[in-house]
């Protein structure tokens, strides 16, 4: 699974479109999802608009959304190997912490990054507000 980010936003402009998402409609918000999954966009333009503000703040450009899948899983098998051997509760704490940090990441980019790669880049007045 590649990178997926969207550009890099503001504190406050990503507080404006995570708060502009969460007041869609719930079926609206599935709707969207539903829809860039399967490689459509949603017809209603303003929703679409809200949605793919969505997924750029929640895709930032950061070192965790642009983290392959691959080394949090080798790092949780360092860690049991480490907790096993050592015999030591932490590393089996800190494996378990980082499977689930991991596991909400990788959620977070198969709902949104199907949004990002679907809509195009909108204008700034498509800003929701």
Do not use: C, S
């Not at 929703?47 to 392959?68: G, I, K, T």
């Not at 190997?81 to 198969?110: E, H, K, P």
């Not at 709902?111 to 990002?116: M, Q, R, S």
Request: glycine fraction near 6%; charge should be positive; proline fraction near 9%.
């Amino acid at each position: 699974m590649g990178a997926v980010v969207g550009p890099e936003l503001t504190p406050e402009r990503r507080a404006t479109a995570l708060r502009a998402f969460h007041t869609l409609p719930k079926e609206d918000r599935e709707d969207a999802v539903a829809l860039a999954r399967q490689g459509r966009r949603h017809p209603d333009e303003r929703v679409a608009a809200v949605a793919w503000w969505y997924a750029a703040a929640v895709l930032q450009p950061r070192w965790y959304n642009r983290l392959p899948v691959a080394v949090p899983a080798v790092l949780v098998l360092v860690l049991l190997a480490a907790a096993f051997l050592f015999d030591n509760a932490g590393f089996a704490l800190a494996g378990l912490v980082v499977l689930l940090g991991a596991a909400a990441l990788v959620r977070q980019r198969i709902l949104t990054a199907p949004l990002l790669r679907l809509m195009r880049p909108p204008a700034a007045g498509d800003m929701p507000d």
